[in-house]
């Protein structure tokens, strides 16, 4: 979805291709040496990022809370949105994910 933020609209483009600026993307593209994320957890990767990093811990709990009156929360339904639901409910997910993005502040 093209909404919001075009930097954040690339950062959702890369998680998708594999080529973000999380740790595990860099270690992968051979750019640093390890894939470990700042919070020392072992590997800093989407599904870290989104489900369990603590240094995003109440950006996490706000995206839980905007996302499970739509749907449940998953990492697949945050990345390409679902089928089962509209256009407008995908939409809004999406921007629920841009907002947890743009809080984070990990990619700004």
Do not use: W
């Not at 950006?59 to 945050?78: D, G, H, M, T």
């Amino acid at each position: 979805y093209n909404i919001g933020e075009r930097k954040i609209n690339i950062v959702c483009a890369q998680f998708r291709m594999g080529c973000s600026n999380l740790n595990s993307h860099l270690f992968n593209l051979h750019v640093i040496d390890e894939p470990k994320c700042s919070c020392s957890y072992i590997l800093e990767n989407i599904a870290h990022f989104f489900m369990d990093c603590k240094l995003y811990h109440n950006q996490r709990l706000n995206l839980i809370a905007n996302i499970i009156p739509f749907c449940s929360f998953e990492l697949n339904v945050l990345l390409y949105g679902s089928k089962v639901l509209s256009l407008t409910d995908n939409l809004q997910i999406f921007s629920f994910v841009h907002e947890f993005i743009k809080e984070s502040g990990r990619f700004i």
